[in-house]
Nanobody
Framework: EVQLVESGGGLVQAGGSLRLSCAAS????????IGWFRQAPGKEREVVSC????????YYADSVKGRFTISSDNAKNTVYLQMNSLKPEDTAVYYC????????????????WGKGTLVTVSS
C-alpha cells in the first residue's frame, strides 16, 4: 500500500521557521519525484517545490525561492521541506505527492498524495 505521511506543520509567527517531513512507503522511492504542494483557503492548489529522488534535481516556485529548501533522505524514504522566513501568505495545507515527473496543474503529474499538514503563519 502506497503511503505518503506529512508531519511538521503548526502555528508559527511571521519570520519563523518550520520543517515539514514526508515519509513515503509502498513504492520505489528512487524512481519518483516527490513534490510539496499547498492549498490556501479559497485558492487553487499550487506547487511549492519538487525533488527528483533519483538525481536530486530540484524545482522551486518563485514565491518560495531563497526561503524554502527541499531535501531527500533516500535511506529513510523521506523528503523534507525546510521553510524559513515564513510569511502570512504561506499559510496553507501542505501536501506531499509522488509522481514520475512534475507536470502542469491540476494534478501536476503526481500519482500519489498525502493527506496534508496545516501550516499557519501569524502576522
Amino acid at each position: 500500500e502506497v503511503q505518503l505521511v506529512e508531519s511538521g506543520g503548526g502555528l508559527v509567527q511571521a519570520g519563523g521557521s518550520l520543517r515539514l517531513s514526508c515519509a513515503a512507503s509502498g513504492f520505489t522511492f528512487d524512481d519518483y519525484a516527490i513534490g510539496w504542494f499547498r492549498q490556501a483557503p479559497g485558492k487553487e492548489r499550487e506547487v511549492v517545490s519538487c525533488i527528483s529522488s533519483g538525481d536530486g534535481s530540484t524545482y522551486y516556485a518563485d514565491s518560495v525561492k531563497g526561503r524554502f529548501t527541499i531535501s531527500s533522505d533516500n535511506a529513510k524514504n523521506t523528503v523534507y521541506l525546510q521553510m524559513n522566513s515564513l510569511k502570512p501568505e504561506d499559510t496553507a495545507v501542505y501536501y506531499c505527492a509522488a509522481g514520475t515527473e512534475l507536470k502542469e496543474a491540476p494534478n501536476y503529474g503526481m500519482d500519489y498524495w498525502g493527506k496534508g499538514t496545516l501550516v499557519t503563519v501569524s502576522s
